[in-house]
């Protein structure tokens, strides 16, 4: 028993585990040169597709200034500029942002393409879950900061005031404060997708997020704190309770992959 076990070749891991380095042309070991060329030129590819798209989107940028004004309500019913160049600027940043926000999937896919090569086989599969759940929840938390935070933000923060005083806010301003509230929270409900992607890699497992939950309170408060452009207790509050209930559904999407892990194991 002991000489077959012995004489037996030893067994193999499955093909589709392995993680193989990227490899050039002439299936060479690709040095660091190599792939800070290749991240080179995905990000030219994400600059350029932005670019394009910004400059396809300058045509509607009164009409999403008209749309990002709306949450303010009739609190704020006109904005100034207090520079000559202050409203070019101005309509400048939104065609950005609204290329931006068109060009998500180009940047996930991307990013994708660039960490592609070393993942397993059964890894690399997760590709278009990767680009299309992305895409979707940046949608999701812009339309939660549109809808959900903005509109009660800006209505605590403008009748702060009362009677007394009359806002009179520069557009450069407001639209700083309107972008970064909706790009942060497209960026914070990416959230559950990291998670899910990482714990079916094995990289985390839902027993340390259930663990580790009073360290993701504190690290909700002071990244809602870095990510909310004023320091209002209310702003506050909107980003990081959102923040936490990702956190909770994002333990239970863990729960789902770490088995499908061990079985494929």
């Not at 160049?85 to 998500?104: I, S």
């Not at 940047?107 to 993942?119: D, I, K, M, N, Y």
Request: aromatic share 10%; hydrophobic share 55%; proline share 8%.
């Amino acid at each position: 028993m002991d000489t077959k076990l012995a004489n037996a070749p030893p067994s193999r891991p499955m093909a589709s585990r392995e993680r193989r380095p990227p490899l050039d042309e002439d299936g060479r070991r690709l040095p660091v040169t190599g792939h800070l060329e290749e991240l080179r030129r995905r990000l030219w590819i994400c600059v350029g597709a932005v670019l394009l798209a910004s400059a396809l989107s300058a045509a509607w940028t009164g009409r999403l200034i008209d749309w990002l004004k709306r949450p303010a309500g009739p609190l704020l019913p006109r904005l100034a500029f207090f520079s000559p160049p202050e409203a070019l600027l101005a309509y400048m940043k939104v065609a950005v942002m609204a290329g931006l926000v068109v060009c998500v999937p180009v940047v996930l896919s991307q990013l994708w393409a660039f960490v592609r090569p070393g993942l397993a086989r059964k890894e690399q599969r997760y590709g278009l879950v990767f680009i299309w759940w992305g895409s979707a929840l940046f949608l999701a938390g812009g339309a939660f900061a549109y809808w959900a935070i903005l509109p009660v933000s800006l209505r605590f923060l403008l009748g702060f005031g009362g009677t007394q005083l009359e806002p009179v806010i520069s557009i450069s301003r407001y639209l700083s404060f309107t972008t970064m509230v909706i790009l942060a929270c497209g960026v914070v409900f990416q959230w559950p997708l990291v998670v899910f992607l990482l714990a079916k890699l094995g990289v985390i497992r839902p027993q340390a997020l259930r663990r580790k939950w009073r360290h993701a309170v504190v690290g909700m408060a002071v990244v809602g704190a870095i990510l909310t452009p004023t320091t209002d207790v209310a702003t506050l509050l909107l980003m990081t309770v959102p923040m936490f209930a990702l956190y909770e559904v994002s333990i239970w999407i863990a729960r789902i992959a770490a088995p499908r892990l061990r079985h494929d194991a």
